[in-house]
Nanobody, 125 residues
Framework: QLQLVESGGGLVQPGGSLRLSCSAPGFAVDYYPMTWFRQVPGKEREGILCSTSSGSTTTFLDSVKARFTISRDNAKNTVYLQMNSLTPEDTGVYYC??????????????????WGQGTQVTVSS
């Protein structure tokens, strides 16, 4: 139920880059797996990348391989999504989510109990 706070979304041209940030103002997430999701209208939310507390990562979405990178700074209580070589197909609402129970990365949205509000990413010329 506790909220995460996202920033960094916006309008970018194809081929451009954005870095999204997600922080937890009211609690520590250093022990929680954190996953970036995205969603377009009429489609179910899909997992993109996940990071565990130890820094291991899992890629859920093959289309972002070699273009997107997830990282975290536990000292700053923040997780990042670096997005390069963006295409119009990357357009959507991006969410971060934290799992307070597991220590591994689940691809399922209902595994996560803490969510950000979502930030719009639009890739267009």
């Amino acid at each position: 139920q506790l909220q995460l706070v996202e920033s960094g979304g916006g309008l970018v041209q194809p081929g451009g880059s954005l870095r999204l940030s997600c922080s937890a103002p009211g609690f520590a997430v250093d022990y929680y797996p954190m996953t970036w999701f995205r969603q377009v209208p009429g489609k179910e939310r899909e997992g993109i990348l996940c990071s565990t507390s130890s820094g291991s990562t899992t890629t859920f979405l093959d289309s972002v391989k070699a273009r997107f990178t997830i990282s975290r700074d536990n000292a700053k209580n923040t997780v990042y999504l670096q997005m390069n070589s963006l295409t119009p197909e990357d357009t959507g609402v991006y969410y971060c989510a934290a799992d307070s129970y597991r220590r591994w990365c689940s691809p399922l949205p209902d595994a996560y109990d803490y969510w950000g509000q979502g930030t719009q990413v639009t890739v267009s010329s």
